[in-house]
């Protein structure tokens, strides 16, 4: 009768290890499972990452910036430019792109973002990510890269200053 006894606290207890064991290995895979997003506006699945330098929320996959994303689980959507949760706060513009109502200030385009200027409506300022200034105004247009060099060209000449030292190219 020993025998019976020591089988069934033997394999009681190794049940019992083989559960915790089971339990142990699903808490451990759904508690590291990586949040699935969503882009909003392309629909595709994405890896999403903060770019430390912009801050900015971006595509792990491809380094740019995601104006805004969704997560799947949750079902809240995020504003790409701050990671700010803006549930409620969407809509579609003109061309059925969806926007955050929150930045009018800022105008998102080919990936990336740009302050919008309060000049005339025919000038317009433009921070690139990467730090270079791009301004329009009229037909005019100037660009202040992040080293410092400037170009500026208009209808008849194009003026380029590098190292201090400008160049004037006229158009005939």
């Given amino acids: 009768m020993n025998i019976m006894r020591y089988m069934e606290t033997f394999l009681m207890k ?8 089971i339990a142990s290995l ?4 759904c508690s590291d499972k990586e949040s699935e997003y969503v882009d909003l506006n392309t629909g595709q699945k994405i890896t999403i990452e903060k770019n430390d330098e912009t ?21 809240d959507t995020f504003y790409g430019r701050m990671g ?5 706060s969407i809509s579609r513009n003109d061309n059925g ?15 990336t973002y740009s302050k919008k200027s309060q000049v005339e409506e025919d000038s317009k300022i433009k921070v690139q990510e990467d730090g ?8 005019t247009k100037t660009k202040i890269e992040k080293d410092g060099d400037i170009k500026i060209k ?10 201090g030292k400008a160049k004037v190219k006229k158009d005939k």
């Fill in 14 to 21: 190794r049940s019992l290890g083989a559960i915790v064991i």
């Fill in 26 to 29: 699903f808490t451990w895979s």
């Fill in 84 to 88: 700010k949760l803006v549930n409620n």
């Fill in 132 to 139: 270079d200034v791009k301004m329009k105004d009229g037909d």
């Fill in 97 to 111: 792109m969806f926007r955050y109502a929150g930045d009018e200030e800022y105008e998102y385009s080919n990936n």
């Fill in 55 to 75: 801050g900015y929320m971006v595509n792990k996959e491809t380094g740019n910036p995601v104006y805004l994303y969704v997560d799947v689980e949750k079902r």
């Fill in 154 to 163: 208009d209808d008849d000449k194009k003026i380029k200053i590098e190292d």
